[in-house]
T-cell receptor, first 115, second 114 residues
Framework: EAGVAQSPRYKIIEKRQSVAFWCNPI?????LYWYQQILGQGPKLLIQ????????DSQLPKDRFSAERLKGVDSTLKIQPAKLEDSAVYLC?????????????FGPGTRLTVL | GDSVTQMEGPVTLSEEAFLTINCTYT??????LFWYVQYPGEGLQLLLK?????DKGSNKGFEATYRKETTSFHLEKGSVQVSDSAVYFC?????????????FGTGTRLLVSP
């Protein structure tokens, strides 16, 4: 069974530029999560989707971050414009079924460096 | 809100030594507790879990017991190997509008030397 796929694996940009990350969850997983992991910290949930609807985006900096999951499968996270403090690893995870406790499976992450 | 506190690293051990990584939590309800592991260059993997008080989670020689009275979930292994070198994250799950939400600690790096 294929795991959670993410691309790119690494990205270096200048501040004020835009960047987008892509995630393809495990087939059949209804719930998709984006986390931000700053160096030396644990992952922090940015946004959670149930199919193509947003369940929780309370910690997403909406003035610069956006995410979508239009067909309820793969998802894109965008930052526009980027700031230095956005340097982090962005993790995507998915789980099935949709409610209650279910194991989250994580992708390898995208390491973003903002110069 | 709910939170997780775990010991700072790195923890440096020789092969076959005993491992303890401390984890305590603060929660208003009765969360499930987890240990995740992150090997170099890889994504987070679930190592073990416990869903209620006094449950013991175990996997690959690692164990952790859900202690409600001390709000702790310490990770232990009797004899570590070089291949156990990784970053270990303690986490709890809280229910958010009917869906699970994970809250992670800051991670503890384990370095095992031959």
């Amino acid at each position: 069974e294929a795991g959670v796929a993410q691309s790119p694996r690494y990205k270096i940009i200048e501040k004020r530029q835009s960047v987008a990350f892509w995630c393809n969850p495990i087939s059949g997983h209804a719930t998709l999560y984006w986390y931000q992991q700053i160096l030396g910290q644990g992952p922090k949930l940015l946004i959670q989707f149930q199919n193509n609807g947003v369940v929780d985006d309370s910690q997403l900096p909406k003035d610069r971050f956006s995410a979508e999951r239009l067909k309820g499968v793969d998802s894109t996270l965008k930052i526009q414009p980027a700031k230095l403090e956005d340097s982090a690893v962005y993790l995507c995870a998915s789980s099935f079924p949709s409610q209650g406790y279910n194991e989250q499976f994580f992708g390898p992450g995208t390491r973003l460096t903002v110069l | 809100g709910d939170s997780v506190t775990q010991m700072e690293g790195p923890v440096t051990l020789s092969e076959e030594a005993f491992l303890t990584i401390n984890c305590t939590y603060t929660a208003t309800g009765y969360p499930s507790l987890f240990w995740y592991v992150q090997y170099p260059g890889e994504g987070l993997q679930l190592l073990l879990k416990a869903t209620k008080a006094d449950d013991k989670g175990s996997n690959k020689g690692f164990e952790a017991t859900y202690r409600k009275e001390t709000t702790s979930f310490h990770l232990e292994k009797g004899s570590v190997q070089v291949s156990d070198s990784a970053v270990y994250f303690c986490a709890l799950s809280e229910m958010n509008t009917g869906f699970q939400k994970l809250v992670f600690g800051t991670g503890t790096r384990l370095l095992v030397s031959p």
